[in-house]
């Protein structure tokens, strides 16, 4: 017996789709089975497409982990001009 084993993207981990149409059936079986809302996005690393938890418009507002070392803007040395 064959089975469908889905590959997964060696970044994310996450199984890849090949077009949006599979990956939102995919999404939309998640939904009917288990009642898990799945959002469909392409992926940056691979070019498939992936499920996520997270609304991918309202991710922009969240930071990943490894974005999340910002410098900071240090106003200590700031000295406004004398004219
Ligand atoms: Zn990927």
Sequence with gaps: MHYFTPKRCPETNKIM??????????????????????????????????????????SYAHVPLNQQIKPHSRKKGYKPRRR
């Design 17 to 58: 789709y090949h077009d949006k149409a599979q990956a939102l059936r995919a999404a939309d079986q998640s939904f009917v089975e288990r009642g898990a809302e799945l959002w469909v996005y392409r992926c940056e690393y691979c070019g498939t497409w992936h499920l996520t938890h997270r609304d991918p418009r309202a």
